[in-house]
């Protein structure tokens, strides 16, 4: 895979995923609908699954532009922070995205959005008073990188659908038990057991399976956009300073979550890493140390 092939690879893989998740989510209505024995719980299904892939195109930016507090600006309202990310457009032959700011002390940015001519560049207060010029243009050219690279429509859906998926699962659980418990399925005890087995299983595994299918699609889109960055700028120590300033900042970032960390330019989580094996296990983003090691073998 190289960095002029990713593109076309992310588009397929864009469709594959929402396809993927069509699929998913009629394949639980229909196990919800055999339990209950109601035929309605399949088309409605269908239906909704219909309606989340439309939404997840359409409007997944927004949701996640929310979950992260990010309030937009103008131009006039820093007006170097435009011209830096104009001049990156020209060079990487990329429309002008809406410029978004997190009111958070941590360094940090993401981009999102479902294509280049509806993306969005969001970056924190922190990442604006702690790096330097050359620095702040290396993360730019990154989240940049991740746009001319169609990696930010994949990334921002999975927010969606995840946690969709897992919502789903927990409602087959709860439903499965509270007919047991209950007694409104008394025939059929070894057909109950096995459904009762079978949601919780969906309700165990789901949350493990939406954490791998991040780790799936964003640790080698982050050495591509690091590798794109530094095509881009000619420069690769600027982004390499620039990661090594944002991890090292230890305040938290007030509006991450799980759902969101995997688009952020680093872990916005602080300290975990180091700390709890399991959360190093399933970390979103490679190891820091080795995207700047990368950065700085990369020839130019």
Same mark, same amino acid.
């Given at each position: 895979?190289?960095?002029?092939?990713?593109?076309?690879?992310?588009?397929?893989?864009?469709?594959?995923?929402?396809?993927?998740?069509?699929?998913?989510?009629?394949?639980?209505?229909?196990?919800?609908?055999?339990?209950?024995?109601?035929?309605?719980?399949?088309?409605?299904?269908?239906?909704?699954?219909?309606?989340?892939?439309?939404?997840?195109?359409?409007?997944?930016?927004?949701?996640?532009?929310?979950?992260?507090?990010?309030?937009?600006?103008?131009?006039?309202?820093?007006? +170097?922070?435009?011209?830096?990310?104009?001049?990156?457009?020209?060079?990487?032959?990329?429309?002008?995205?809406?410029?978004?700011?997190?009111?958070?002390?941590?360094?940090?940015?993401?981009?999102?959005?479902?294509?280049?001519?509806?993306?969005?560049?969001?970056?924190?207060?922190?990442?604006?008073?702690?790096?330097?010029?050359?620095?702040?243009?290396?993360?730019?050219?990154?989240?940049?990188?991740?746009?001319?690279?169609?990696?930010?429509?994949?990334?921002?859906?999975?927010?969606?659908?995840?946690?969709?998926?897992?919502?789903?699962?927990?409602?087959?659980?709860?439903?499965?038990?509270?007919?047991?418990?209950?007694?409104?399925?008394? +025939?059929?005890?070894?057909?109950?057991?096995?459904?009762?087995?079978?949601?919780?299983?969906?309700?165990?595994?789901?949350?493990?399976?939406?954490?791998?299918?991040?780790?799936?699609?964003?640790?080698?889109?982050?050495?591509?956009?690091?590798?794109?960055?530094?095509?881009?700028?000619?420069?690769?120590?600027?982004?390499?300073?620039?990661?090594?300033?944002?991890?090292?900042?230890?305040?938290?970032?007030?509006?991450?979550?799980?759902?969101?960390?995997?688009?952020?330019?680093?872990?916005?989580?602080?300290?975990?890493?180091?700390?709890?094996?399991?959360?190093?296990?399933?970390?979103?983003?490679?190891?820091?140390?080795?995207?700047?090691?990368?950065?700085?073998?990369?020839k130019i």
């Amino acid at each position: 895979m190289t960095l002029y092939t990713q593109a076309e690879s992310n588009s397929r893989k864009t469709w594959l995923y929402l396809t993927g998740f069509f699929i998913l989510v009629i394949a639980v209505g229909w196990l919800i609908s055999y339990f209950l024995q109601s035929p309605a719980i399949l088309y409605l299904a269908v239906i909704l699954s219909i309606i989340l892939n439309f939404f997840a195109y359409w409007y997944s930016d927004k949701i996640v532009l929310s979950l992260s507090q990010a309030r937009e600006i103008k131009k006039a309202d820093n007006l +170097e922070l435009y011209r830096l990310v104009e001049n990156l457009c020209i060079i990487a032959g990329l429309p002008l995205p809406r410029i978004y700011i997190i009111d958070s002390s941590q360094p940090n940015a993401f981009a999102t959005g479902r294509d280049a001519k509806h993306a969005v560049v969001a970056v924190t207060r922190g990442l604006l008073e702690k790096l330097d010029r050359v620095e702040l243009e290396g993360v730019l050219s990154h989240e940049l990188s991740h746009i001319g690279n169609k990696d930010i429509l994949l990334q921002t859906i999975v927010v969606v659908l995840v946690g969709f998926v897992v919502i789903l699962t927990d409602f087959f659980f709860r439903i499965a038990f509270w007919r047991d418990m209950t007694g409104r399925s008394r +025939e059929g005890g070894q057909l109950r057991l096995i459904m009762i087995l079978v949601a919780l299983a969906l309700a165990i595994l789901a949350p493990l399976f939406a954490q791998l299918i991040k780790l799936a699609i964003s640790r080698k889109r982050e050495f591509l956009a690091d590798a794109s960055g530094a095509l881009l700028t000619r420069y690769p120590e600027g982004l390499a300073r620039a990661l090594e300033k944002i991890s090292r900042d230890a305040n938290p970032l007030e509006g991450a979550s799980n759902a969101t960390s995997h688009l952020y330019i680093t872990s916005p989580f602080r300290g975990k890493e180091k700390t709890s094996w399991l959360h190093k296990l399933f970390m979103t983003h490679p190891p820091v140390e080795e995207r700047i090691k990368a950065l700085r073998n990369l020839k130019i």
